[in-house]
């Protein structure tokens, strides 16, 4: 599946988020922020934080990953990593360490809608808990 982002999403000073996947219990959503950095300071000025929740009754470990392409051509890859997400629990962008600030783009080109990704397939399985959490 791969999702267009406008720019009215990207220019909103509040972030609006947008779902990109619900499958067996888990909710994905993606909403673009600009970075402001200090002077000296590593990365680039954008960033997409998700928004993961676990709607059902046990916890789940997921496989999450991106493909971005920039006016349809594939320009970056967000391998799938590893997360688990506690029943009823959301878990949110910088915040939950749900985020992803890519390098081979801008926030200027996520505005002008001419970024999309791609959700690489989530692979997600049942656990009785989450390694690390309570």
């Known amino acids: 599946m791969i999702l267009a982002v406008s720019a009215f999403l990207a220019s909103c000073a509040k972030p609006t988020w947008v779902s990109l996947a619900k499958e067996e219990g888990l909710e994905v959503s993606a909403a673009w922020k600009q970075v402001k950095r200090k002077p000296g300071e590593n990365g680039g000025d954008v960033r997409l934080e ?4 676990n709607t059902g009754s046990s916890a789940l470990t997921y496989q999450l990953g991106l493909d971005f392409f920039l006016n ?3 320009i ?3 391998p799938s990593s590893e997360y688990c997400a506690m029943p009823g629990r959301t878990y ?3 915040l939950n360490g749900v985020y992803f600030e890519p390098e081979k783009f801008n926030f200027a080109q996520v505005r002008d809608s001419s970024v999309s990704l791609e959700v690489l397939p989530l692979e997600i399985l049942e656990v009785q808990k989450c390694l690390g959490q309570q």
């Open 50 to 53: 998700l928004k993961v929740q």
């Open 72 to 74: 349809g051509v594939h």
């Open 76 to 78: 970056e890859n967000i």
């Open 92 to 94: 949110t962008g910088k």
